[in-house]
Structures are given as structure tokens and as C-alpha cells.
């Protein structure tokens, strides 16, 4: 198996690549390793194995590939396997014994291995029969110390791939799973390019990728099959490859007629028919028996936990694929009649559109209708099927370009900004005016545009003229700019406009009213935003408004120390297969929930809630949220210790200074914490002075939403930047003790200790620590009490007081563990370890060291390394090696060696 010459297209696979790499050394190493490469047909198995043996050409290898024609002769493949060697060797046996090929293939390999390592790959494994693929188990488990590495390579999914039994035997092979992963929207521009020449528009990428979920041979075939300006057409239906057409088409006309005729109206219903509709659609007499046949032909499944109540299809093509197979007329009549059968009126509309042949004004405006009835509901993505259809219906230009302008619109609501995206260069084309400038301003907060979102809010609102409806939805394109820039007064006056020129109940001043809770908060009216959100969560108590608000409230509650109730709403607010609701709120309540759950410690709960949301944010493409999504998953990666992990993160969840607020602050914030569990002070500061010469600065230094103040001043203590540190630190605290916020005030408290401290004040610094220990009292949250602990007692001890220390660190340190922050317990560890043992009294010259020079000298003297003195003083490097010069030169010492020595404890002192 050698590189091919259609090799030079090959993109994506390189996960695939690394992780047979790293089993190639392992097998060197440690013995027989066998993998399994598994993914959908056409997803590029034989590519990888293929590109790997190219990488490897000094390998031996045998290789053979399963055929479905030998799948039911015992042994064949096994026997191409031994015959597959260079030498001559005696013939492999007759019988058809699984042990005795499996004897004789580990025998040969064995053998072969003893000149270097062995690659034995199988292809298209799931045709082989199984016998052969019991003989290669029987041989793997007769080797020992072998170098050999053992490829199998597998299909997945519908068709059904091979023969059961030889699935079977694959399942439970002690093997490593190596899935060949799908391609992304950034590969699919490659390959098209490589393949096609065809330069694609993300958004284009994006919808073919999704479309074919990523598999290069779907890929392939359309770029090949289709032309170009349909794949940019966003509202086109995009096709069926045609292997996957052609097999379904085979398929169906081998089927009975009741089961054919049944396929085809579930076909015809969605993609979860229920049974007894699709029975009736189809007029068929037996149900069950027409689902059996279905069934077995791999074209219809039961819903798992369904019994025969709800059905689906395999795979994603087969139900378009089957669809496709209607003839016009068929395909008209099933429509018809399918609306006459559904009693949801979006569906019945769904099917009167589907059998339309030709524009029709009529159903357009019941379109329409439905549409406005959904966004009173605010089912965004009802709302913009609605108009989708109306407008591809409609018969005048006028009506086509509305509707095209409320169907992005609803898009962007329902956080469908993929779909939105795709749709804008229609949007675009338009004339200018207040509506078509909202949709566009709308779709550049949600992608965290901030100056062009500023450019259309402010052109739409000098255009608005006398339509009052348009200027209510420019003012709530307003109020959701201001959300996104944390600015509470302005966030509240345009609310309060978007009540003004809005109809009562319209969505304009609904959603605008779900979210002026926060703006109240932002500007410190923290009561009135209570009231706010409990008036709107009683108004709307059910479906998406009330999940906007108590997403809100959540938010302002986790805000407000009130964590556990933050998670009550906050997982209220995430729907779930039952609910309705926005994917844009879903995101951000999960963000908000990874933040609750920190605070409360349950960081893996946190992590989840962060999965989650990267898997969210994936589907909706809201690049305003992606800051917020990764600020959790980098900050408590950092604190476990895991690194390359938080990197990862600060990666994804970059920001520009410039941007929103709600994108810059959690990007600088991720930056800053990953720094400070790095022990990197400088860099704290470095990252979270933008924040402190922002303007205008909005809501950004009201207590509890942003918890940056406390780490910024604490890396100024750190750094020796006390005067910094002191002007930072009053306003603050002034604001606090005006709020009545208690983790804030404890949170700046305890840096006022380390800041008192540092001046030499420690009856004051005790006074700062007890007073933030006390704030905390009866809180949920044990990471905060675990950090005034462990400054109170890193500060305890580098005055000596070493048993008080060590109870307030050891204390910290169970915190610490608890939660899973690594980074914290080693550093509590070395401060219980080191001590702060004294110098000898009859060396000179270290009376004239400074406290903290004493206690720099006295922990390199035990032997630790800048940074790990550092992370014990909670130092910079660079303010720790600035203190050994001057102790250098106070002693007169010139190595680290030579300071040991003056400063070895005295007997007894360890």
C-alpha cells in the first residue's frame, strides 16, 4: 500500500496520523499493538493507512484487505496473509481452524518482526470473514515482545458494513480506537481548492461541511457534481452524492411496496416521523410488517426508547435521498395529503409549501402570519422557517426582500448566525434603510463586531423616519449593543426607547425588558434589577422570553453572592430537548453556569458546562460569546496544572482591545489567571491594564459581574508597586463598602492585608485578613476562603510567626485539594516545607539585609530556584532576582553555593 497519486489532495487527517505514530513507538517498545481506523465509508480510512506507510516506507508490512465476495470462506483472508510474505515459507494450512491460522500467522510474524518492526494492516476489515479475524486475535495473543503493529480498518454507520458476525468479532477486539475525524469548514476550502479550484466563501465551507458531515468522498462528489453558484445559494436544498443516491434508489426498488411506500412518507413527514402518521400517509395495511422490511433493508430504524412510536433514518442522506426519488407528482400528492394529517400548524404550513408548484400570495401571508405568532412566543427559529418559505413563495420583489430581511433577523435571534452569515450578501445588496441596517448591525454584535455594529445602529437610527416599528427594533439592536459593551445607562435608556415607540407585548420591547435588569445592575441599582427580572420571569412563565429572563437573573444572582441560586436559574435556562428556546441564551446561561460552578467548586460540573458550550458554540457561530466560553475552561486548567490545556484555551477565547467588553475582559481575565497560577506577576499586570485605562468604562468597575480589581492590585503588591498598589486599591474599596458586596470586599481585603503587611503594618494586615474571612462567612465559596488562607499565611510566615502559618496554609492546602487546584497545593507545600528558618547569628552582615531579603536568601539557601521562590512569596521572578543581587552584594558573595553556606540553618532551627 503506497502513496497514491491522488495523495497531493489528501487534507485533514493528521489527528488520525499522530495518534498511529505514537502506537508505532509503542509497539517498538512494548510489543504487539493492534488499532482499529474506523469512521463512515468515503470518511478517508485507506488515505491514512495508506499516508502512513508512506511515512514509514523502511517498515516491513504485510497487508491485505477484506472482500465482501470472500466473507463467508472460513479463513480466506487469514491465508492471504501468510501468503503475503517475501520468503519462502512452507504453505499455509488447509483447515479452516481459527487456532491453527492464528498459530501460523503468529509464527510468521514473529519471525518477520525479528528484522524490524512489523506492520500488518487489514482493510475494509468489516468484510472480512470472520474465522480470519478470529485467527488474528489467536495470533496477537501469542506473541510476547514482538514489534508488531496491527492495522484493522473499518466502516462505520449505514449501510450495514460486512457481515454481522464479522462486526462482532471487531467489537471485541482488545484494540485502540483511532477514528478518522471529519473535515472542518477550513479543510473543506482546501480540498475544494486542490480539487475544484474553486475559491469558497466560509460561509459557503461552512454549509457544505455541515451538510456532508465532513466526509471527503460526499465532499468530493459534489464539488464534481454541482455548480458552484448553487452550493452559494443559501436557500438552495443541497443535493444528495450521488453513491449515496444511487445506493438508496437500488435499495428502494428492492423493497415491497408497503415498505417502500412507507419509507417514502416518512420521507415526505421529517426526519422523526411518528409510525401511526407515516402508516396513515402511506395507506398501507400493515404497518408493522412494512416497518419490519424497511428495517431490514437498513432504510427506516424505531427511535431507541420509543418502542414503534417514533421512527428515523440511519443516516443523514437517506431521507433527502429517498425524497429525491419522488417523482414530481408523488412528491405533490404526499405533501398535500401530509398536511391534511399534522396537527401542529408549522408543519401543516411546512407541507402546503413543500407541495406549492408555483408562487402563491396566499400561503405567503399564513406564512407570515405564523411567523408573528411565534416571535410574540419568541421561537426565533420558527420564526425564520416561516419566513424563509414565505419569501420564496412570495410573487413581488417588495414582499421577497421584507420577508428576506425578518428571516435573517429571526435567524440571528434564534443564534442560527451560521445560516444568518450565509444570507448576507443578499441582506447587503439591499437598499439602505432602518430595517435593513438593524438586521445588520443585529448580526455584527452577535459575531462581536463592535465598529461595524456601531456604523449600522447609528446610520438605522438617523434613517428611522416615522416607522415606529423600525425604530423600536433599531432601539433594541441598542440595547443589546450596550449589553455586549457593558454600559448599564445606556443600555437602560435605550430600553426604555424601545418601550416607547414598540406596541405593548411586541418582541421588541419584551427582549428588551428581559435583559434592563442587567443594565439597572450595571450602573448599581442592584435592587431595581431584582425587581426587573422577577416582574419578567412572572410574566413570561414559560417558553423563550422566560428563558431570556431567567438567564438574566441567574446572571445577576451569581453577581450578587447568591451562587446557588445563580445555578438553580442557570440550569433553568439551558433548554432541553423539551423545551423551547434560544441556542443564543442556551450559550450564554452555559457560560454563566461554567462561571457559578467555579465559584461554588465544582470545577469538573465547570468543565462540562464549558464542553458544552464549545460544542454549542461550534453550531451557532457566536463569536461574541467565545471569549466567555474559555475563560473557565483556561483559568481552572491552569489551577490543575494543565498548561498545555489553558493555552489551548487563551487560544481560542482571544480578544482585540478594542472589542466588546463582554469579548475583551473574560479574554484579558483568562490571560491574567493563567499568568498568575504561573507564578508570572508581571504579566498579570501586563494583561489587565488595558482594563484599567478603558473608557468609557461602562459598568466595568461595578462590583461582583467582573472579578479582575482584586488580581490586578494583588500583582501590583507582588511587584512591589505599592504606591500603584494603594491608588488602585481606595476607590474600589470605597465602591465595595458603598455596595455592601461581600466576596468583592473580601477579595480586595485580602490584598489590603498583603499590601498592609508589606509596609510593615501586620497588626493592620491581620485586622484586613480577618475582616475578608469574615465577609466570606456562611458563602459558597471555597476557593476565595482558600486564598485569603493562604495569603494570610504566606504572610504569617515570612514574619516568623511559622506555627500560625502552617495552621492557615494547611488549612488552604485541604481547600485547595478539594477543588483539584495543583498549582495551590504545591505552592502550599513548599511553603510548609521551607519554614522560614533564621541565619546564624555569627555570620556578619546579614543584619543589614532587609525582612524580605532574609527571607529571599534563606529560601535559596534550601535550595529552591528563582521561580519556585517566586510562587513561594508569591513574588516576580524579576523582583526575586533584583533581591539577590543586592544580597550578593550586602555579603559579598558571588554564587548561590557560597550564600548557602552563610546561610545554613543553625542546629536544631530546621
Request: aromatic share 4%.
Amino acid at each position: 500500500m503506497h502513496q497514491g497519486d491522488d495523495d497531493v489532495h489528501v487534507v485533514g487527517p493528521a489527528t488520525a496520523a499522530v495518534q498511529l505514530d505514537a502506537l508505532l513507538d509503542r509497539a517498538r517498545t512494548g510489543g504487539p499493538v493492534v488499532a482499529l481506523v474506523e469512521g463512515p465509508a468515503g470518511i478517508g480510512r485507506t488515505t491514512v493507512l495508506r499516508r502512513f506507510l508512506h511515512r514509514h516506507a523502511d517498515l516491513q508490512v504485510t497487508a491485505a484487505a477484506g472482500l465482501p465476495w470472500e466473507s463467508s470462506r472460513n479463513g480466506a483472508l487469514a491465508r492471504r496473509l501468510l501468503d503475503d510474505d517475501p520468503r519462502h515459507l512452507p504453505a499455509p494450512p488447509d483447515a479452516a481452524d481459527a487456532v491453527d491460522l492464528g498459530t501460523a500467522l503468529a509464527g510468521r510474524w514473529e519471525s518477520r518482526a525479528g528484522e524490524g518492526p512489523l506492520v500488518v494492516v487489514v482493510d475494509d476489515a468489516h468484510c472480512a470473514d470472520p474465522v480470519s479475524l478470529q485467527a488474528i486475535t489467536s495470533g496477537l495473543a501469542r506473541l510476547r515482545d514482538v514489534a508488531v503493529l496491527v492495522l484493522l480498518a473499518r466502516a462505520t454507520g449505514w449501510p450495514a458494513a460486512g457481515e454481522p458476525r464479522a462486526v462482532e468479532v471487531l467489537d471485541r477486539l482488545p484494540a485502540v480506537p483511532v477514528p478518522v475525524p471529519p473535515l472542518g469548514p477550513a479543510e473543506t476550502r482546501l480540498l475544494a481548492a486542490r480539487i475544484a479550484a474553486v475559491d469558497l466563501p466560509l460561509s459557503v465551507a461552512r454549509r457544505l461541511c455541515t451538510h456532508t458531515a465532513g466526509i471527503p468522498r460526499h465532499l468530493l462528489e459534489l464539488l464534481n457534481e454541482t455548480p458552484p453558484a448553487r452550493w452559494s445559494d443559501w436557500q438552495t436544498r443541497l443535493p444528495v452524492p450521488s453513491r449515496v443516491q444511487q445506493r438508496v434508489r437500488r435499495t428502494l426498488d428492492g423493497c415491497p411496496r408497503p415498505a417502500r411506500a412507507l419509507v417514502e412518507a416518512a420521507a415526505v413527514l421529517g426526519p422523526t416521523p411518528v409510525l401511526a402518521d407515516a402508516a396513515a400517509l402511506a395507506e398501507v395495511s400493515d404497518p408493522i410488517g412494512a416497518l419490519d422490511e424497511a428495517c431490514a433493508a437498513g432504510l427506516l430504524e424505531a427511535t431507541a426508547g420509543h418502542g414503534l412510536d417514533t421512527l428515523a433514518f440511519p443516516e443523514r442522506f437517506v431521507r433527502d435521498a429517498v425524497h429525491a426519488t419522488l417523482t414530481p407528482a408523488a412528491r405533490h400528492r404526499l405533501h398535500l395529503r401530509a398536511a391534511t394529517l399534522v396537527t401542529d400548524d408549522t408543519d401543516r404550513l411546512r407541507h402546503r409549501v413543500e407541495a406549492a408548484p408555483l408562487p402563491d400570495a396566499g400561503l405567503a401571508e399564513e406564512l407570515v402570519e405564523l411567523a408573528r405568532r411565534k416571535a410574540d412566543e419568541g421561537a426565533w427559529a420558527v420564526v425564520a422557517g416561516a419566513l424563509i418559505d414565505a419569501g420564496r413563495i412570495s410573487p413581488s420583489r417588495a414582499a421577497r426582500e421584507e420577508r428576506l430581511l425578518e428571516a435573517v433577523d429571526a435567524l440571528a435571534g434564534a443564534g442560527l448566525l451560521g445560516q444568518a452569515v450565509d444570507a448576507l450578501p443578499e441582506v447587503e445588496a439591499l437598499p439602505s434603510g432602518p430595517r435593513r441596517d438593524a438586521v445588520l448591525a443585529y448580526v455584527a454584535v452577535q459575531r462581536g463586531r463592535r465598529a461595524e455594529a456601531v456604523s449600522y445602529l447609528d446610520t438605522a437610527w438617523r434613517h428611522r423616519g416615522s416607522d415606529r416599528r423600525a425604530a423600536a427594533v433599531v432601539c433594541q439592536r441598542h440595547v443589546l449593543h450596550a449589553l455586549a459593551d457593558w454600559d448599564g445607562d445606556e443600555l437602560v435608556r435605550w430600553a426604555g426607547r424601545a418601550g416607547e415607540y414598540a406596541e405593548p407585548g411586541a418582541p421588541a420591547a419584551v427582549e428588551s425588558r428581559a435583559i434592563v435588569g442587567l443594565g439597572l445592575a450595571a450602573c448599581g441599582a442592584v435592587d431595581a434589577a431584582f425587581t426587573a427580572y422577577r416582574q419578567a420571569v412572572a410574566e413570561s412563565p414559560s417558553g423563550p422570553q422566560h428563558q431570556r429572563s431567567r438567564m438574566g437573573l441567574g446572571w445577576l444572582s451569581l453577581a450578587q453572592d447568591e451562587p446557588e441560586a445563580a445555578r438553580r436559574e442557570l440550569e433553568s435556562a439551558v433548554p432541553t430537548v423539551r423545551q423551547t428556546g434560544s441556542k443564543r441564551i442556551s450559550l450564554w446561561a452555559l457560560v454563566w453556569l461554567a462561571r457559578t460552578r467555579f465559584v461554588l467548586g465544582d470545577w469538573p460540573g465547570a468543565l462540562d458546562a464549558v464542553n458544552q458550550a464549545e460544542v454549542l458554540l461550534g453550531t451557532t457561530g457566536l463569536d461574541l460569546l467565545r471569549p466567555l466560553v474559555h475563560w473557565t475552561g483556561a483559568q481552572v486548567r491552569a489551577l490543575r496544572g494543565e498548561q498545555e490545556a489553558a493555552e489551548r484555551h487563551l487560544l481560542l477565547g482571544a480578544a482585540a482591545e478594542h472589542d466588546y467588553t463582554v469579548r475583551t475582559v473574560p479574554a484579558l481575565l483568562a490571560r491574567a489567571s493563567v499568568a498568575e497560577a504561573a507564578s508570572d506577576y508581571d504579566a498579570v499586570v501586563r494583561h489587565l491594564t488595558p482594563l484599567v485605562l478603558r473608557t468609557p468604562r461602562g459598568g466595568l468597575d461595578e462590583p461582583g459581574f467582573w472579578p479582575w480589581h482584586d488580581v490586578y492590585a494583588n500583582a501590583l503588591v507582588v511587584t512591589g508597586r505599592l504606591p500603584e498598589a494603594e491608588a488602585f486599591l481606595a476607590p474600589h474599596e470605597a465602591t465595595v463598602r458603598r455596595r455592601g458586596h461581600r466576596s468583592a470586599g473580601a477579595r480586595l481585603g485580602y490584598v489590603r492585608g498583603r499590601l498592609l503587611a508589606a509596609r510593615g503594618d501586620l497588626l493592620g494586615a491581620e485586622e484586613a485578613f480577618d475582616q475578608a474571612r469574615a465577609q466570606l462567612a456562611g458563602l459558597p465559596m471555597p476557593y476565595e476562603r482558600a486564598r485569603v488562607d493562604f495569603a494570610h499565611g504566606v504572610t504569617l510566615r515570612r514574619v516568623g510567626r511559622r506555627r500560625d502559618a502552617a495552621a492557615l496554609l494547611t488549612t488552604a492546602r485541604q481547600s485547595f485539594a478539594a477543588l483539584g487546584a495543583q498549582v495551590y497545593v504545591e505552592r502550599c507545600d513548599r511553603e510548609l516545607k521551607t519554614g522560614r528558618p533564621a541565619p546564624r547569628a555569627a555570620e556578619p552582615g546579614t543584619e543589614n539585609l532587609t525582612e524580605q531579603e532574609r527571607t529571599v536568601a534563606t529560601l535559596v539557601a534550601t535550595g529552591l530556584t528563582n521561580k519556585e521562590v517566586a510562587a513561594s512569596m508569591l513574588l516576580s521572578v524579576k523582583t526575586v532576582q533584583f533581591h539577590l543581587t543586592r544580597i550578593y552584594a550586602k555579603l559579598g558573595v558571588r554564587s548561590r553555593s557560597e550564600l548557602a553556606a552563610r546561610f545554613a540553618p543553625a542546629r536544631g532551627q530546621r
